[in-house]
C-alpha cells in the first residue's frame, strides 16, 4: 500500500514533515512560512544539562512546539497521539495508512539505518512521514534526505521507542482539519511578534540574552577546562547550529526567506528590508562557525582567540538584538 | 547567503549519497533553495566530535583490559551513549547502572539483567560477559 504523498527534501525536519503533510491536505505552504508563523527562530541555553558531554545549547524551540504553533495560528488542527506499547503503536500507524492519512512521526536518529554514521546521535527529536507499507517495510519520507527510503517493522520500533532526553513514545501526529479559509495575514503577524517575544525576553536562558551569556562563558572555559574541552564545546555550539541545515545560519537563511514571502502578503516594504539584514545576520553565523573550526585546526593558535570568539559572538548578538527589535516595530 | 557562495566541500554526507538543502539567495537576492555536498567548517566539528568518542572508546577498552572497567563501559561508550541514556535504555535508576560499571560488581549480575544491557546494545549476554578489552 503506498499513499499518494509527494516528497520536498528541506532544510530542517519539522518545517519539512508539516509543510509536506499540509500540501497532502491541500494546503500549499513553504517550509519557511511554517518556520515562520511558527516562530521557529530560538536560541536557549542549558548550561546544567550536559548532551555528548558538552552543555545544551539549542538554536531551535521544543520539538514539535513549531508544527503546533503554526497550526494553532493557521486554525489547523493536529492529531497527536503516543502509545505505551510499541505493538499498539504500529497498528494505530497502520490504521492511519489503511484510511489514507500520511503519519508524521517523531523519531530518534540513532538507530536510522539510512543516516550517516556521524550524524547518528542520540537524538531524539526528529520528524519523517510515514506514507505506505510495502512487503513489510514501511514507506518513509524523510524531510532532510535527498530520496525516499523505507524502515522494516523492527528498526521503525526501534526508532519511535528510542529513550533518553526527550523520548518519543511513539508519538505521532497528522492534521486532522484544515479550515477552508485562512487567515495568513493574522498568522504571520502573530508568528513574528511571538519570535521577538522570545529573543528578546527578559531572562537570561532565552534569546539574545543567551547568546551574550555563552558568548561571555567561551573565555571562561578556556580558562578553567583548557582548550581540549573548550573546543568540544564550541563543537557542540557549531554542530547545533549547522546540523543538517538547522540552527544558526541556517535557520536565519530560512527565516530570511519567511520575511521576503511575508512582505509580499503583508505588502510591507520594510520585511523585505529585513529580511536582506538577517541574511547577513546568517552569514556572520556562518562566518563564526568557519572560525571555530579553525582553532581546531590549530591553524590560529593566537592565545587571545577565545577572546575574540566571544567578541564575536557579542557583536552577533548586538546585531539581533536590533534586528528584532526593528522587526517587532514594522509589523 | 549567495547561491554561487554555498560551499560544495566533500563530508560525511556522502557515504549515504545525500545531499542537504539550504536557503540562498540569488543573483536578484531573491530566496531560493539550493543543495549542497557538505561544508568544511560543519565536517570540523562532525569530525572532531566523532574523534572524541573514539578516544573514550579506546580508554574504556583499556580500563576493561585492566580489569578497571565492566565491559558496560566500553559497549556504552561504543553506542555513543552516556549514563543517563543508557538508564533509560535499561530502566534503572543511574546510581544502580553506575555500580554495574564496576569489574567486581558486573560479575554478581543476573542473567535478566545482563539480558537488559545485552539488548540495549544489540548484542548477546555472552558477547557482553566475554569481552575483556583484549
Known amino acids: 500500500m503506498k499513499l499518494n504523498f509527494e516528497h520536498h527534501q528541506t532544510a530542517h525536519c519539522e518545517n519539512g514533515v508539516a509543510s509536506n503533510l499540509l500540501l497532502n491536505k491541500g494546503l500549499k505552504l513553504s517550509e519557511p512560512m511554517i518556520f515562520g508563523i511558527g516562530s521557529g527562530l530560538f536560541f536557549v541555553y542549558l548550561p546544567f544539562l550536559k548532551v555528548n558531554f558538552a552543555p545544551g545549547f539549542s538554536y531551535r524551540p521544543m520539538p514539535g512546539a513549531i508544527f503546533s504553533k503554526a497550526a494553532k495560528r493557521l486554525g489547523i488542527k493536529i492529531k497527536r497521539e503516543k502509545f505505551s506499547n510499541p505493538k499498539d503503536a504500529q497498528k494505530a500507524l497502520e490504521r492511519n495508512l489503511e484510511q489514507n492519512i500520511p503519519t508524521g512521526l517523531q523519531v530518534g536518529v540513532f538507530n536510522l539505518t539510512y543516516f550517516p554514521e556521524e550524524y547518528k546521535f542520540h537524538f531524539n527529536a526528529h520528524n519523517l512521514v510515514v506514507y505506505g507499507k510495502e512487503e513489510g517495510n514501511f514507506l518513509i519520507s524523510d524531510p532532510v534526505m535527498d530520496y525516499v527510503t523505507s524502515l522494516s517493522e523492527s528498526e521503525l520500533e526501534k526508532v519511535r521507542y528510542a529513550k533518553g532526553a526527550l523520548p518519543p513514545k511513539g508519538h505521532m501526529y497528522y492534521p486532522i482539519y484544515v479550515p477552508e479559509n485562512i487567515n495568513l495575514e493574522e498568522a504571520i503577524k502573530k508568528g513574528i511578534k511571538d519570535t521577538c517575544k522570545n529573543m528578546l525576553a527578559p531572562v537570561p536562558l532565552i534569546g539574545v540574552k543567551a547568546m551574550r551569556w555563552v558568548a561571555r562563558s567561551i573565555p571562561k572555559w578556556a580558562e578553567k577546562k583548557g582548550s581540549k574541552v573548550t573546543n568540544h564545546y564550541l563543537g557542540q555550539l557549531i554542530r547545533m547550529q549547522e546540523e543538517i541545515g538547522t540552527g544558526g545560519g541556517g535557520f536565519r537563511f530560512i527565516y530570511g526567506a519567511f520575511l521576503q514571502e511575508a512582505s509580499v502578503i503583508l505588502k510591507n516594504d520594510q520585511l523585505k528590508e529585513l529580511s536582506k539584514e538577517i541574511t547577513a545576520i546568517g552569514d556572520l553565523w556562518r562566518d563564526f562557525a568557519v572560525d571555530i573550526a579553525r582553532v581546531y585546526k590549530n591553524r590560529n593558535s593566537k592565545s587571545n582567540i577565545y577572546q575574540e570568539l566571544s567578541k564575536t559572538m557579542l557583536h552577533i548578538a548586538d546585531l539581533e538584538e536590533a534586528f528584532y527589535k526593528k522587526l517587532r516595530n514594522a509589523i | ?134
Not at chain 2, 570540523?44 to 574523534?51: G, K, T, V
Request: proline share 3%; charged share 30%.
Open chain 2, 1 to 134: 547567503m549567495k547561491k554561487q557562495d554555498l560551499p560544495q566541500d566533500e563530508s560525511n554526507l556522502k557515504s549515504a549519497n545525500m545531499t542537504e538543502v539550504l536557503y540562498v539567495t540569488d543573483e536578484n537576492d531573491n530566496y531560493t533553495t539550493a543543495n549542497s555536498t557538505g561544508w568544511d567548517a560543519k565536517k570540523a566539528a562532525l569530525d572532531e566530535s566523532m574523534e572524541l568518542i573514539h578516544e573514550r572508546i579506546q580508554d574504556a577498552k583499556q580500563n576493561v583490559a585492566n580489569n578497571i572497567a565492566s565491559p558496560i563501559v566500553y559497549f556504552m561508550e561504543l553506542n555513543k551513549m552516556d549514563l543517563p541514556v543508557l538508564a533509560s535504555y535499561v530502566g534503572m535508576w543511574q546510581w544502580r547502572v553506575k555500580r554495574h560499571f564496576k569489574p567486581g560488581k558486573f560479575k554478581t549480575l543476573s542473567e535478566t539483567t545482563l539480558k537488559k544491557y545485552a539488548d540495549a546494545f544489540g548484542i548477546s549476554v555472552d558477547e557482553l560477559k566475554n569481552f575483556d578489552g583484549k
